[in-house]
């Protein structure tokens, strides 16, 4: 790695930066291509190459990331929407639902006993939301858990 793309990782990582500080805020590919001293399209291409998401996707799984903590600490889904900078309901559900693999009021509806009972530094990893990831299991129906012999 030569100077010239080390440098340009430092900026990366400044844009970046602004992203997690300022997710409530509303961000902008342009304004986050500022703060990485690069024309919006050249710092989209490089921001990809460099995390593996373009930097509109990155900010809104940042987004979604704190919506869980507050959902988990007891906030109302609405309120969780605003707090991280959403201003749509339908898509912060829709882009919740995308990346959780479930909605917002069956996420904070769940047991989370276990996160709160985990050091911050813990439960942060492991509860970072991410894309793909499969969906929780969820609860067998009653046909399935009575067998193939009884009857329903």
Do not use: W
């Not at 921001?47 to 373009?54: C, I, K, L, N, V």
């Amino acid at each position: 790695m030569d100077a010239n793309e080390l440098a340009n990782l430092a900026h990366l990582r400044r844009a970046r930066d602004l992203i997690d500080r300022e997710y409530a805020r509303p961000l902008d590919v342009p304004t986050m291509a500022r703060h990485a001293l690069m024309s919006p399209a050249h710092f989209s291409r490089r921001f990809r190459a460099a995390y593996g998401e373009t930097p509109y996707s990155y900010l809104m799984t940042r987004r979604i990331e704190r919506a869980m903590a507050l959902l988990r600490a007891g906030t109302s889904v609405t309120d969780a929407c605003m707090s991280v900078g959403c201003t749509s309901l339908g898509s912060f559900s829709s882009r919740f639902t995308e990346i959780v693999g479930q909605t917002p009021s069956a996420y904070a509806a769940r047991e989370h006993g276990a996160v709160t009972a985990m050091p911050p530094c813990i439960s942060k990893i492991l509860t970072r939301p991410a894309r793909g990831a499969p969906a929780p299991p969820r609860q067998a129906s009653r046909i399935r858990e009575a067998g193939p012999g009884a009857a329903a």
